[in-house]
């Protein structure tokens, strides 16, 4: 199933990033895999790809009525979401889709600012984090992140000037910068130390970037990353 998986997602392995790294790093269960498209649980959220509207409402189909998070490749997997569990277009609390992922596509790792010192952060810093990160208000989340050793911070002296870290499903997010550090090149140093952590671990980076935003857009080219063709959907029922 693994096998079959793969080689249909890797006909768009840009696209498809999440699906593959999730793959790769052991983390997904396969549902389906076939010539009509591939389907994968990883932790709570149902990733999908189909090649129609009826192989993706035929795989939808399959899957529990309490299902509950999604993410879609291309718009069949999005209707057919949309009409079997009413789910709604969403990335956090106000935020909107599509989004097209943004992927370090080389071997070589990136050049990281001496200016700050990057290191993991603690639980200690749960309240500090949630206070900051604007995109969705979840604590439980956020503090099982923290436990991980997933989110690092860059500190100026003793004060944090930001922080990043891995989402569950392995995609760079959660950047942040205090406003009083803001245009001093905190947002690239600590993607470049996330993406060269990727790397060390035998990853490949990528991240999740909503259209619009056209900060996060521009960090991304500044730093090298390639960005996929097809958008994609985060929806929740």
Not at 33 to 57: R, Y
Not at 193 to 216: K, M
Request: aromatic share 10%.
């Amino acid at each position: 199933m693994n096998e079959k998986a793969i080689k249909f997602l890797k006909q768009d392995s840009m696209s498809n990033i999440d699906m593959l790294e999730a793959l790769h790093r052991g983390i997904a269960k396969v549902l389906y895999a076939g010539e009509e498209g591939v389907q994968l649980q990883v932790h709570e959220t149902i990733m999908q790809c189909a090649v129609s509207l009826q192989a993706a409402e035929w795989m939808t189909e399959m899957l529990p009525r309490q299902t509950s998070m999604f993410t879609a490749h291309e718009p069949y997997s999005r209707e057919a979401f949309r009409k079997r569990f009413h789910a709604q277009d969403s990335f956090g609390k106000d935020y909107c889709c599509p989004c097209r992922f943004a992927v370090w596509t080389e071997k070589n790792p990136l050049p990281v600012s001496e200016k700050f010192s990057i290191r993991q952060l603690t639980i200690e810093y749960m309240d500090a984090v949630c206070r900051q990160y604007h995109l969705f208000d979840e604590p439980e989340y956020i503090a099982e992140r923290l436990k991980a050793g997933v989110i690092f911070g860059a500190f100026c002296g003793k004060e944090m000037a930001g922080f990043i870290g891995e989402h569950a499903e392995g995609a760079m997010g959660l950047l942040e910068v205090y406003p009083k550090f803001r245009r001093m090149g905190v947002a690239s140093a600590l993607e470049a130390d996330a993406v060269n952590r990727c790397l060390a671990a035998g990853n490949t980076a990528y991240g999740d970037i909503i259209l619009g935003n056209d900060a996060s857009f521009a960090l991304q080219r500044s730093l090298g990353l390639q960005f996929s063709k097809q958008k994609h959907y985060w929806l929740t029922a």
